[in-house]
Structures are given as structure tokens and as C-alpha cells.
């Protein structure tokens, strides 16, 4: 088998796949799972055997693959791209891109597939046909139908081709970036809006509006183009390489790197507009931001990861207790959830004390950028609060903060208790418990552990808690008594 029909062979298999299930839709839409199109015009596709499928596939394959024009000036842009360490989601409203749409078409024979308009898609197909794309781009999706757009942003929009949408799709991207990378990551967002040259005469003007998102700096690109002065790819083309120029900008290539974008001299003009957040912790604190992520010297502003093992604490001082406690958790974990990554979590409000002050936040945040090691920033001062940012997520704490944990106090009572509790294993969380020396009443020390804490019935038997043994961990050191002993050796 030609190294091309190999190729055809996983693609058929794919297709077989999303074939499976079809669903018609009351519009007469036939809806195929794998292939997200939502038009109001029909996609018609009739079943093929196994060997007329791999046939179609192997000249959608080919043609589509010398079909794919590009300027050295282009490719040599793209390369450094893929060199660069950023990783990015892509978002594009409109219609899909040329490779998908040449496949369906060529290899469904019968199929019919009407897109409105190109959104930048040929920046995606160049970014995708240099070789090293695996290294940039994490995800690529285009949000076609309205309420595709709004399942993405969470909320309506008014204007579609606008700039205000391409920087909530930019940062709807950079949200899906952080939680497709590990920590320590560098993560670009990229939103692209347009209403190009289509098949019909347009009223309105035709416009491209692109932004980038990084976590702590928003640009966006606006540009009118003149209309009637291209052909349909050639406004297509002129947006993607707005989009690769912008893409490169925010992965910090130098100026000298950027591309003609192709404008024609006097008529066309880009307006770029730049927003950024000088100083995160204080965004932060006045509650703009749900968290602010400090991992392998990037900053991760309002991007919070799921999925990870959380160890919250107030971190004064940073400690090994602290890494021990949890390097014990991850091990404790891996059992039953395989490799999972793991990082610091401090609330900058205490649920008794109230908000720290900035300085004081960014003096207990310093220990952790000079060791390199990962430290998230949220104003959660309850687990509960930190399960609603941190979604599917294991929290390790020590057992005198999981006597706290269950203080019904901090939720208005007993009843506020349980359905909070409740609303975090809901929500896919899960807390583990450290042993450590308490002193009773009595003045007597004793090694506790979760087992010696009173939980309710109801709350045991969700599952959410389980302990870390005493033989993977324990650590006797006392923060209280670390400031003490600091603040002797300061007299």
C-alpha cells in the first residue's frame, strides 16, 4: 500500500466511525457525529462500500494536498512558529476549512456541503501542512452555527463579525489552551471573526477581526476590506495571514519575522488595539479575575485547570511538609487515577481573616517562583469555592484543616454543610486527607489521621474523602513554630 493510501486507510476508519450514527433533523439536515457542520443547507451523503471509500479518500488525499498553495515568506513564518514554545486553540467563526471541505465532498461523491464564507481557514491548512504543527496547535474549532458560538463564549453575542467577539473567542481559546496543557506551558488563545465574499451579493462591508489572548495582554486586529477588489480565497487570504502575523505577535517573534498581509496601498488599513493587566494580583483582589497561575516563569491569568491534584494551604512559610504532603498524594492517587499532575493552590481571602494585603501575597508567592514549582492564586477561601474552579480536581489538605472542612460554622449550619459537600463530589472533586500531631484539650500530642475525624454518614458515603498513610507520609513540622523560630533569628 502507497504510503498515501496508508493514510486513506485511518481516514476511512474515521469516517466508518462517524458515519455510524445519522440522525435527519426536522430541516432535513443530516447530522454526522465527527463532522461538526451546522448550515441551513443540506448535507446529503450516500453509503459506500469499504473500497470505493478508501478510493475517494486517497484522491481527496492527493489533491487536496497539491492543492495547498503557499509563499516560501509564509512557511518560513509558520517555522518559526512551530519552533517557538507557545501552544494554541484556535477559534473561527464561519465556514470550514478548504481541506475539510474538499474531503467531503470529493470522498462522499454525492455529498453537498454549502459554506457562507472563509474565516481566515486558510491560516489553519498552512499552519497544518508545515511539518511540526503538532507543537502549536492544541485545538482548532469552528463554532458555525449561533448556538455552537454561544456554547463556546457561554453567553449571547449581538454583533458576530465584531471585535468584541473575536476577543471573547480569543479568550474562550486561551481558557481551553490551559486546560488542554501541563503547567508551565506557554499558551496563546486566538478568536477569528469575518464576513468575506460569498456566493451572493452583500450589503454590509466586508470585514476581518482577529485577536490574540496570552492571560495578561488582549490584541486585537480589525481590517475593512475593499470590496470587490479580490476574489473569495483572496480575501480569505489576506485574513490568514492577519491571523498567522497576529499568532506570531503574540508568541513574541520579532517584527522582522511578520509577512505582508497583502492590503492594497492606500485603502486598507489594520487597527490594532491592545489591553493589558499590569499587575494580576490586584485584578485578583478586587475579584475580576476566578485565579492567577505562576508555573516555569509564565502567568496564567483566569485560566484555572481541572483535573489536577491541588494542595491548598497558606504557604507561610513554604515548607517541606508542604512538598512532601504533596508528592504523597499524587503517589496515593496514581493508583486509581493514573499520572496526574500537581500544584500549589493559596486563597488570598481567609474565610475568618478576610483578604490579604498585596504585598503580603506577593511576598509568599516570590518562595515559589524562585523554586520553579507551580502555584495557583484564587480568592476560594472554602473547598467548596475551590471545587467550582477547579472542576474534576483533588484537593490534599492536612487533618486539622479537614476538622475545619466539615465545621458546619463555615456553611450557616449543618444542612449548608452536607450540600456543599455534596456539591463537590457533584462537581467531580475529591479530597485526601494527611495525618499530622495534634494537641488535645489535655495538653496530650497524638498523630491523627481523617479516621479520627467526625463525619456524617451522608457525607462518608459519597466517597469524597480518603487518607494518605501514615508510612507514605508524615511530617511533623509546624508552620507556627517556623515563624517563630524566623522571628527570633530577625531580633
Known sequence: MQPACRCAGQAVTAAQKALRPLRLLPSGLTAVRGLHISSPSCLRIVPSSHAVLRQRTCRALATSSSAVHMDSDVAQL????????AQAVFYATGGGMQVAKQWISWTFCEATACFDNYNASQALTWLLTVPGASKTVLESRVPYAQSALHNILGQSTVNYASVDTANSMAKAAYQQAAKLSPFGASIVGVGCTCALMTDRIKKGD???????????????????????????????AVASKLLLNALATACKLPRDALIDNGLLAGSEHIQEETSE?????SVLLKG????????????????PRGGRVYMAGSFNPLHEGHRGMLAAALTARQDTQGQMEGCYEMSVGNADKGLMPAEEVKRRVQPFIDENLPLVLTQ??????????????????????????VMPKYYGGHDGMLLHLAGMSHLGCHVVVAGRVATDDQGESSFMTFEDVEVPDAITDLGLFSSIPEALFRSDISSTQLRKKLAEQQK
Request: glycine residues 6%.
Open 277 to 281: 493587566i499590569a499587575d494580576p494580583i
Open 380 to 405: 476560594a477561601p472554602l473547598y467548596p469555592d475551590k471545587a467550582k474552579i477547579f472542576h474534576n480536581s483533588t484537593f490534599v489538605l492536612g487533618y486539622d484543616t479537614a476538622v475545619r472542612l
Open 288 to 303: 475580576d479575575v476566578q485565579s492567577v497561575e505562576y508555573s516555569s516563569g509564565n502567568v496564567v491569568v483566569d485560566a
Open 206 to 236: 466586508h470585514k476581518a477581526f482577529i485577536a490574540t489572548h496570552t492571560g495578561s495582554v488582549t490584541r486585537s486586529y480589525s481590517l475593512q476590506l475593499t470590496k470587490g477588489k479580490r476574489h473569495r480565497l483572496g480575501e480569505d
Open 78 to 85: 509558520i517555522k518559526l512558529i512551530h519552533d517557538n514554545p
